[in-house]
């Protein structure tokens, strides 16, 4: 039982509740809960969270992209350098990509310097990581589906989305 509206739904605003759910997918509350549970015991659903904007309070962080060029393991790939990398409190996202290099990662420090002092200490050393590049990002538009600053929001008067 396949429902891409409800997930569609839940991706753009999770505080939702099963009724207002079951009423906009024309389904029953009970039907609502059980698919949901069952996105959640299949993994489909991993988690929820809110996207903060963390320039608009007292503890901003420094955030950075990390590109890593990686030599990928005898029979593992690159999933046992994700796996590793992954565990680090500091990162928040690891992407396999294509292009120069081989996985992106997003991390979150205090500031510039503990970002800088990660890759120096911690990620560079790591066996198979053969070079690492380090960009900062400065400032957060959209993330999420989300725009963070409504003075930069554009309306599309073309009115399509190429995605969908």
């Given at each position: 039982m396949s429902n891409i509206e409800l997930l569609e739904l839940l991706q753009?605003?999770?505080?939702?509740?099963?009724?207002?759910?079951a009423i906009m997918l024309n389904k029953s509350e009970q039907e609502i809960e059980d698919e949901i549970k069952k996105y959640e015991k299949d993994g489909v659903i991993k988690g929820y969270q809110a996207l903060i904007n963390w320039e608009k309070t007292e503890k901003p962080k420094a955030t950075a992209l990390i590109?890593?060029?990686?030599?990928?393991?005898?029979?593992?790939?690159?999933d046992e350098l994700a796996g590793r990398v992954m565990n680090f409190p500091e990162v928040e996202s690891v992407y396999?990509?294509?292009g120069g290099y081989d996985l992106a990662v997003i991390v979150s420090c205090e500031s510039m310097s503990d970002v800088a002092m990660f890759v120096m200490k911690r990620l560079a050393p790591i066996h198979g990581i053969?070079?690492?590049?380090?960009?900062?990002l400065l400032t957060k538009y959209k993330d999420g589906g989300i725009v963070f600053n409504s003075d930069y929001e554009e309306i599309d008067e073309r009115g399509s989305n190429l995605c969908d």
């Open positions: 753009s605003e999770a505080k939702l509740t099963v009724s207002q759910l590109e890593l060029r990686v030599t990928p393991q005898k029979d593992t790939g690159f396999l990509m294509s053969l070079s690492t590049a380090t960009h900062f």
